[in-house]
């Protein structure tokens, strides 16, 4: 399996290419994979089945230059011009080379708008291809549980329906550039105990809830699944034949591959390719160590290895045969278009969370009129602070920082830099108009949690063991045992173990409020964050998030009303971690059922601090005229009227809610069906459509997904919590 990049290629290159051209002219992928498998070797079959570096080679590379600078390249034939898998990751941006970072796919998700979305994903699949990739695995829409999963930054909101939208619209973006991989599949929403933790969960809140977002994503076309760490009802996820072949590929059709997630993402070659995996990335591991002696000892393994490498060579095919015909230029990487893309995405993602009047007045958006001087306080100002450092950490070239932002943006207005020390910045935010104070997390709070303890464990390293005379593993090893994990990985980053500002950023906070009542408390943050212990002591509170290159620019857009404060909560943020499905971190068994975020407070009866869906404006809204007409199969077509009864021009989100009237305690009471977002005049009205979906109030009925016989109101809402919208009823 010696096929790496760079290897001269023969004469005999133009078989793919030529494979290629004749499934853009309307033949089978699968049956030019076949002719194109069938002049292989069974080395270059094998070579197919996982990466093309060796373990050791690649890991060492992987510790010493840093994740994911180039391609991580799978099955690449050179002989033959099969290009192989080219992997980048993401979510955030393209983590090759030095790319741009765009908020994190939380932040994006607080946009609801698709469309948006799908613009990103055309930007990255530019930037992942001017850099040779054309693997793209960063869709991860994994459902999160709990709020503390450390990895929440990399999905997008707390609600399938939500989740599978603009999973599906990131993979439309990426798809002319790149073939797109959508992850973690599936249940994994824990992230320090991701190589242990075994999920136990019944068939019908697996089908109705855990999954319905990966069959959106693959029903859109997505050409890769990849499979999660953590095993499912007792088999890993890597190797699981319920999940794989079963479900992906049997009832929902899946025509492309399945890969593991990288270096241990599966346990046992043979059982894994039994399952159904394709790819195991991303390198030379398990299976190379161990399928060739497993076919010598039974034959018959190889018409998997030949089903597998079909696939295999036929989603490459078909990738090559869509892809678009212009090569981007370098420049494209980090270009001011996709910087401007950046800094809308991230104006577009804060979300307005209270906004009270002082004198008469909100605070927000900032009147120039009344404002010659802002004090900036808080660490977080002056950090660039993209998200963690893990797999989907991009590193981008420049990053405005909120400081250098509204230095730049607050026009006109004097910004000094009160620091975060309390006494000192309560002393500056006294001598301001305003006070804005960045708060919140950083990779060492929240993120993913590389533990060389998992990766190097005896029984994995007994997989791959370094080669005879390597001493750079042999000392690796040696200095990775002594250090306990100290130099793969440590303790930063992970899953959260409180939903809570720091104590130090609390303080902060009151010490500055007391100075200046207008104080403006700017969270940077992932997922949902306690504030009940301080927020009634500030006026206004803006969810930041980790915003990007462009994210301090962008919040001088939304602080000075440049941009309507136009962001929603993708999840909904509890009074108290009661509130809450149990967690614990560390565990090495849990079992997922259906309540969680919105549905687990509405089956409490408890009220959220901010329900899912919310976010305030800096106009206002009437929806009105709710139209719902006859479901056509799974979807339910729907019309409002839209009124901005405000003062300026501004956007926001309508949400249609499904309430099954005789739902029982055993389903959710309410459950969202579709939304839109949409910019309204000032004084204007528009007519919107909004595309619904019955799946959500799918019931699992031991062999199939059904609509139940029952009534259901609809009801369209600026938010989960929201009754005074128009409402409709219908009869599945």
């Not at 099954?660 to 007519?687: H, I, K, M, N, T």
Request: proline share 6%; with cysteine; hydrophobic share 45%.
């Amino acid at each position: 399996m010696s096929h790496l990049p760079g290897v001269p290629m023969s004469d005999d290159t133009t078989a793919f290419d030529a494979a290629a051209a004749r499934v853009r002219a309307g033949a089978s992928a699968d049956d030019e994979a076949k002719v194109l498998l069938g002049r292989m070797s069974e080395q270059e079959k094998l070579g197919l089945l996982d990466g093309d570096e060796p373990f050791w080679a690649g890991f060492r590379r992987m510790i010493e230059e840093g994740y994911n600078h180039t391609p991580y390249v799978h099955g690449a034939v050179p002989r033959l011009g099969v290009p192989g898998l080219r992997f980048g990751d993401g979510p955030r941006g393209v983590v090759l080379g030095r790319s741009t970072a765009f908020p994190v796919a939380m932040a994006r998700g607080a946009t609801w708008d698709p469309a948006l979305e799908e613009r990103i994903g055309t930007a990255i699949g530019l930037e992942l291809r001017a850099q040779t990739g054309n693997f793209f695995g960063g869709i991860c829409i994994n459902l999160p549980r709990h709020p503390a999963w450390g990895r929440i930054q990399e999905t997008y909101g707390e609600d399938p329906l939500l989740l599978g939208a603009f999973g599906a619209a990131l993979h439309r973006g990426v798809a002319p550039n790149a073939m797109t991989t959508v992850k973690h599949y599936a249940l994994n929403s824990m992230e320090n105990a991701r190589f242990t933790v075994d999920v136990t969960v019944d068939e019908a809140p697996l089908r109705e809830v855990f999954l319905p977002h990966f069959r959106a994503v693959v029903e859109a076309g997505a050409d890769a699944v990849m499979t999660a760490y953590n095993s499912v009802n007792g088999e890993w996820a890597g190797q699981n034949p319920h999940l794989i072949t079963e479900i992906l590929r049997e009832e929902w059709g899946f025509a492309g591959i399945a890969v593991s997630d990288f270096i241990w993402g599966l346990r046992n070659a043979v059982a894994s390719l039994e399952a159904g995996l394709d790819v195991e990335e991303p390198f030379a591991e398990q299976r190379a160590q161990h399928l060739p002696a497993a076919l010598e000892a039974d034959p018959s393994l190889w018409s998997l290895v030949d089903e597998t490498g079909v696939r295999i060579l036929a989603v490459q095919l078909r990738f090559a045969a869509r892809r678009a015909p212009e090569e981007p230029p370098a420049s494209v990487v980090f270009s001011a278009e996709h910087r401007a893309l950046a800094r809308e995405a991230a104006a577009r993602a804060m979300v307005l969370l209270q906004n009270e009047a002082v004198d008469g007045a909100p605070v927000l958006p900032l009147a120039p009129a009344l404002v010659r001087t802002v004090a900036v306080a808080g660490a977080l100002a002056k950090r660039p602070n993209t998200g963690d450092n893990g797999s989907s950490d991009v590193r981008s070239p420049a990053v405005v920082t909120p400081l250098d932002g509204l230095t730049a943006g607050l026009d006109g207005i004097r910004v000094l830099d009160a620091g975060d020390d309390p006494e000192q910045a309560a002393a500056t935010a006294g001598e301001a108009d305003v006070a804005i104070v960045v708060v919140g997390y950083t990779a060492e709070d929240e993120g993913e949690f590389i533990d060389a303890g998992a990766f190097l464990a005896p029984e994995l390293v007994a997989t791959y063991p370094p080669t005879e005379g390597d001493a750079w593993a042999d000392g690796f090893l040696r200095a990775e045992r002594a250090a306990s994990g100290g130099i793969v990985g440590g303790a930063a980053g992970g899953d959260r173990r409180s939903l809570r500002l720091h104590d130090a950023d609390v303080a902060l906070i009151r010490a500055v409020a007391a100075r200046n009542p207008r104080t403006v408390v700017v969270i940077v943050a992932a997922g949902a964050v306690l504030t009940e212990e301080w927020r009634h002591e500030v006026p206004a509170v803006l969810l930041g998030w980790y915003a990007g290159s462009e994210g301090g620019a962008a919040l001088a857009d939304v602080l000075t009303g440049a941009v309507d404060a136009a962001g929603r909560l993708p999840f909904s943020v509890p009074v108290s971690e009661a509130h809450l499905p149990d967690f614990d971190p560390d565990a090495t068994e849990a079992t997922y059922d259906r309540w969680f975020g919105q549905r687990l407070l509405d089956r409490l009866g408890v009220e959220a601090a901010f329900p899912l869906g919310f976010g305030l404006s800096y106009t206002t809204f009437a929806i009105d005229g709710l139209e719902v007409g006859r479901p056509t199969g799974e979807s339910l077509p729907a019309r409002v009227t839209v009124s901005n009864t405000g003062g300026r021009a501004g956007r926001t989100v309508v949400q249609l809610y499904g309430e099954p009237q005789d739902a029982g305690e055993e389903v959710p009471s309410r459950v969202l069906l579709g939304f839109a977002s949409v910019a309204v005049d000032a004084g204007a009205s528009v007519e919107v459509e909004v595309p619904a979906s019955l799946r959500p109030l799918q019931r699992w009925t031991g062999e199939r997904l059904e609509l139940p016989s029952t009534e259901v109101l609809v009801r369209a809402a600026a938010h989960a919590a929201d009754t005074s919208g128009p409402t409709a009823r219908i009869r599945l």
